[in-house]
């Protein structure tokens, strides 16, 4: 038999030998490649779909938001409270006492405006909402600035009241301090009903939406 007759025979046998294994050789390194290999080198895979883990953001900015909101609306309600304790104090000194126990309470109230305004900026990136994106968003952001103001400004108040009733306590006030102090307690009672007033609009803006998506109602 010549060189050529003894090649084709040698094909032939590896074709024989190799023609049972190849299918299934080739079924298992395509199913490896394609579950295993090819996904990590070419599509990874996530652990979660993207827009689970955008609404999962979503609702975690929400739940600290509501949580700012119910800080601001707990601080606002432990004020009114010793507010009515203040009034029915007849001595400066109770009265001084009262102030000194509203002193750490309205500390809080930074923290929920804090908390309220860094989560509310994450859920509109998150959303990708713009300032004038929504009608209810905006109104609220302006009733958001006011409410701020508004506490900004009667903090001041408050501790000038502060200042003047420990001074009476101790008998060193000025003479007619008794008619500033009086004037102070009317602003006061007005802060409280104000920003009672602001934050149930705040709420209602957060639950209604209304003219949500450009949509009037």
């Not at 590896?14 to 599509?43: D, H, M, Q, Y």
């Not at 990874?44 to 739940?63: A, Q, V």
Request: aromatic fraction near 8%; charged fraction near 15%.
């Amino acid at each position: 038999m010549g060189q050529d007759g003894k090649s084709i025979l040698k094909d032939a046998a590896e074709r024989r030998a190799t023609a049972g294994v190849r299918p299934s050789l080739l079924l298992s390194c395509e199913g490896l490649r394609n579950s295993i290999f090819f996904p990590i080198f070419t599509k990874p895979t996530p652990f979660l779909p993207s827009g689970k883990r955008t609404m999962d953001l979503t609702h975690f900015l929400m739940l600290l938001h509501f949580l700012g909101f119910g800080l601001l609306f707990s601080t606002l309600v432990a004020g009114w409270m010793l507010h009515g304790q203040y009034k029915k104090a007849t001595d400066f000194s109770t009265k001084a006492m009262v102030l000194r126990l509203l002193r750490p309470i309205g500390l809080l109230s930074p923290v929920g405006i804090l908390l309220m305004l860094l989560t509310g900026i994450g859920n509109m990136h998150v959303r990708g909402l713009g300032l004038f994106t929504e009608s209810w968003l905006s109104a609220k952001i302006v009733v958001f600035v006011i409410a701020m103001i508004n506490g900004l400004l009667f903090g001041a108040r408050a501790r000038k009241r502060a200042r003047l009733i420990s001074q009476m306590a101790d008998g060193s006030a000025p003479h007619g301090t008794d008619g500033t102090i009086n004037v102070l307690d009317k602003q006061m009672r007005l802060f409280y009903i104000i920003q009672f007033v602001l934050l149930l609009i705040i709420l209602t803006l957060s639950i209604v939406k209304p003219g949500r998506y450009g949509m009037s109602g």
